[in-house]
């Protein structure tokens, strides 16, 4: 059976967020077990009949990726690579509290998938660890699946790709999991054993580090690694036959190896990557991936179908795919909308995963019947492409105007030692000062009023009353916990980047295209279309009336332009360059105007600054130029009193410390908990300016008592001078409950207490 056109893989949470319901009812013990299984089980079905109704008809063209919490975790347990703090518990217990911890079992550190805004869960393993066959979910979903009539293809994180992510444990932390390769190789020798007894065709295993140099093994030893596990898995009598795909990025400097080690299909990015020149891969299919599936702009279908044909020239059987699964996009553009002209223009120039898939579809039918069978479609998407290049807003000159007019002294402050002194004279803060990230949980009397606001039962002056009682109430309990820096708990945001997107020429929002960032978590990636530029204040009164309320200074919040990038579709037809100065523009102008209330202290966000890095390391430092350099745009406008923070979490930073210290803020909170604190043997020596490693993991329901964040803030003294040190949590509270955060909020602070006496 030959591989069809196909997608790498789809959604996994559910065109109405059907996941997410079912895990959090289900850990909310509203639902049994059997419940939530039955809850994805249906999903699943759906999803295959959804992809069949598109036109995935052919045998194995519609792929299994359906995962409970993340596709890395579910291949960590398939080999039983799971810690032995979780030895006392079994099944989905042991998963999910590897993914989330609970109140015995610290979760594993969770960090961001490739240059994407996926967090997936790094598996923690050692010379002890017990390396076997142990987790037959996906020969069951296979059966699941062929018993209600389809033949799916399972989707494995590949063995190379799944030791490459992960790290050693605390018992053996400099372990390198690579070695454990011919073991893992075993366990997955039995799964193709199984899936073959099953009567699965085919089995997907995806390989993106081989797309990458951005990990500590080098691109040339995961492809002599990956060249030598293939070959022997391809040399197993009992396998189904086996699809290779390197996602993400250029896979151009393995692919002749792969090609040769018997597997039957290899899958290319040919968005961000190319094939070899002059590169053979007779008696291969060659799954040719020319629809983004990171982003939701309309495929090129002319551009799409030279590249097939360029694919061709190798020899092999060339079919249409996906450079990446679509997990990354909305499902479908069915019910969006949006006002006029804009509805048009965006229904004209988008496609979300369903519609991504009819591109496979059109592609395939080209590849078959021969291009002038689709000359309509790749009429129409050429003149799509053509119309929205002179479509209102796209071009803006008044904007461009000002990013040709910028110098470098626009980005740049004075002597940080200076500023320094003439901050903590402002401020008058004691050692070891604690604060948080920025958001608080929000209140269920605040998500009812939204709703009321959005349905009209809540005038706008009854609305803002109620943000202010939140704001109101957030200072209060900062005040009453014996925080040093507040903040307001940004109580009027509905997301922390689609906040601004809404209040910025520029972008669109949509109604329904969520997308999973881990677990049960989505949000809601805004459209950015056009120039990007400010008319209006991004929320500075909220600030200001928080500061009003307290004596003590409160932080002013802001995401900055790196991650609105980020955490956006952002568009294609200009530099990320000149886009990130478009947005550091609008923000230096708010930071202005927060200044000129009287805040002293004021936050611009950059969690994603490790994310965007290229997986190439030619392009490091042309990325790490303009990100680092828009940053400074939009923060070097202000007094050299005025205390600038960033922050930054679930990514590995070590790679990109020197660049985090040219950011040039006065303080950078980081995401350090997880980790114990492991990003700091890299800062001593590089930072100048002060550092906030976050000693409690916000992203599991696990209360930090006293004595283990007192443990963590020791940890960090080790490498950072008590003079230079706060106190935080790893990232913003929203996701939490009030009384785990009030608790681990007063622990917090006693820890602080407790170590300043000390000192």
Request: hydrophobic letters at 40%; charged letters at 25%; aromatic letters at 8%.
């Amino acid at each position: 059976m030959t591989l069809p056109s196909t997608i790498l893989g789809y959604p996994r949470i559910g065109a109405n967020r059907e996941l997410k319901r079912a895990l959090e009812s289900f850990w909310a013990a509203k639902t049994t077990r059997e419940e939530f299984l039955d809850a994805t089980r249906s999903l699943r079905l759906a999803n295959y009949a959804r992809l069949t109704e598109l036109g995935l008809t052919e045998p194995a063209a519609i792929p299994d990726t359906h995962t409970y919490y993340d596709q890395v975790l579910d291949a960590a347990f398939l080999a039983g690579i799971i810690p032995a703090r979780f030895a006392d518990l079994d099944g989905l217990d042991a998963y999910f509290a590897a993914a989330r911890g609970d109140a015995s079992h610290p979760a594993n550190e969770m960090t961001k998938w490739f240059d994407t805004n996926y967090h997936y869960i790094v598996p923690e393993i050692d010379s002890t660890t017990a390396v076997a066959y142990t987790d037959r979910q996906v020969v069951a979903r296979y059966t699941e699946a062929a018993e209600a009539g389809y033949t799916v293809r399972p989707v494995v994180v590949g063995p190379v790709t799944l030791l490459a992510l992960a790290k050693g444990t605390e018992r053996e932390p400099d372990f390198d999991p690579l070695t454990r390769i011919d073991d893992v190789a075993v366990a997955y020798a039995a799964l193709l054993a199984e899936l073959q007894g099953a009567g699965a065709p085919w089995v997907q295993f995806d390989e993106p580090t081989l797309a990458t140099d951005n990990l500590p093994a080098s691109r040339a030893r995961l492809t002599e690694i990956a060249a030598r596990v293939y070959s022997q898995l391809a040399s197993l009598e009992s396998r189904p036959q086996i699809f290779l795909a390197v996602p993400y990025g250029d896979s151009s400097a393995s692919f002749e190896a792969l090609a040769a080690t018997g597997v039957e299909a290899i899958g290319v990015d040919l968005d961000r990557g190319s094939l070899p020149e002059g590169a053979r891969a007779e008696g291969v299919t060659l799954a040719a991936g020319v629809v983004d599936g990171r982003n939701i702009w309309r495929t090129d279908l002319r551009e799409a179908a030279d590249k097939l044909e360029r694919a061709r020239a190798t020899g092999a059987r060339v079919v249409a795919s996906t450079t990446t699964s679509l997990q990354h996009v909305p499902h479908t553009l069915e019910g969006e909308v949006w006002d006029e002209p804009l509805n048009a223009n965006l229904h004209a120039w988008l496609a979300f995963a369903d519609e991504k898939v009819a591109e496979i579809v059109t592609l395939d039918r080209g590849l078959r019947e021969g291009w002038d069978a689709i000359d309509a479609d790749i009429a129409a998407s050429t003149a799509a492409f053509e119309q929205r290049a002179s479509a209102d807003g796209v071009t803006v000159a008044s904007v461009r105007e000002r990013t040709a007019a910028l110098r470098p002294e626009d980005r740049r402050r004075g002597d940080a030692v200076l500023r320094r002194s003439l901050q903590r004279a402002r401020l008058d803060l004691p050692l070891l000062p604690t604060t948080t990230i920025g958001s608080f949980p929000q209140r269920s009397e605040l998500r009812v009023a939204r709703a009321k606001r959005r349905s009209g039962e809540l005038d706008e002056a009854g609305y803002r009353e109620v943000l202010k009682n939140e704001i109101r109430h957030v200072i209060e309990l900062q005040e009453e916990i014996g925080l040093d820096v507040l903040v307001h708990g940004e109580a009027e945001r509905n997301d922390m980047v689609q906040y601004f997107a809404e209040l910025l020429e520029g972008f669109a929002v949509t109604h329904n295209g969520w997308v999973q960032s881990y677990g049960s978590r989505c949000t809601r990636p805004s459209i950015l279309w056009g120039d990007v530029y400010r008319t209006r204040s991004l929320g500075g009164e909220w600030i200001e009336y928080a500061q009003s309320l307290t004596s003590k200074p409160v932080k002013g919040m802001l995401t900055g332009p790196v991650t609105i990038i980020a955490w956006s579709f952002p568009r294609r037809d200009i530099p990320l360059g000149e886009v990130a100065d478009q947005l550091a523009l609008a923000l230096r102008d708010e930071v202005a105007d927060l200044e000129a209330k009287g805040i002293t202290v004021i936050q611009v966000d950059e969690p994603a600054l490790r994310e965007l890095l290229p997986l190439d390391e030619a392009r490091h430092e042309d990325y790490l130029g303009w990100s680092v350099g828009a940053f400074r745009l939009a923060t070097s406008g202000v007094r050299e009193d005025t205390q600038i923070h960033t922050h930054l979490c679930y990514s590995e930073f070590n790679q990109i410390i020197g660049a985090i210290a040219a950011l040039d803020a006065d303080v950078t909170s980081v995401e350090a908990a997880r980790s114990r604190m492991e990003l700091l043997e890299s800062v001593e020596g590089t930072f100048t300016n002060d550092i906030g490693p976050g000693v409690w993991d916000i992203h599991s329901p696990r209360v930090p008592d006293t004595a283990e964040l007192t443990d963590l803030i020791s940890a960090a003294l080790r490498n950072v001078a008590a003079d230079h040190l706060w106190v935080n949590p790893d990232c913003g509270l929203k996701t939490r409950a009030y009384a785990e955060t009030e608790q681990s909020l007063r622990n917090l602070v006693d820890a602080a207490q407790s170590v300043r006496e000390r000192l």
